[in-house]
């Protein structure tokens, strides 16, 4: 199965905005559930979006109301929408397939 490739981290001060690109096979995307994890240095990695095919998201407590997921299959792209960053977003995130993870993308929210 061919690797996600993510795209679009970086440097964004307290209260900013991202949006995270995952590229990933038509195949893929259109058939199964996709997630974004996250991680911080010296730690595991946290389940912070579940995208279902249907539609339906899953969103962890700590980003509720500030991060949006989102498809577009036309594109072979899954976004991450991620709006008024703290720092404690920081770390790197990976996109996920049911077969494989991406290699990840630096996220580092700093004043």
């Known amino acids: 199965q061919v690797q996600p490739v993510e795209s679009g981290g970086g440097l964004v001060q307290p209260g900013g905005s991202l949006t995270l690109s995952c590229l990933v096979s038509?195949?893929?995307?259109?058939?199964?559930?996709m997630y974004w994890y996250r991680q911080e240095r010296g730690k595991g990695r946290e389940l912070v979006v579940t995208s279902a095919p249907s539609g339906t998201v899953i969103y962890a407590d700590s980003v509720k109301g500030r991060f949006t997921a989102s498809r577009n299959n036309t594109q072979n792209t899954m976004y991450l929408q991620m709006n008024n960053l703290k720092p404690e977003d920081s770390g790197v995130y990976y996109c996920?397939?049911?077969?494989?993870w991406g290699h990840g993308t630096q996220v580092t929210v700093s004043a």
């Open positions: 996920k397939t049911p077969y494989n």
């Open positions: 038509a195949t893929i995307l259109s058939r199964n559930t």
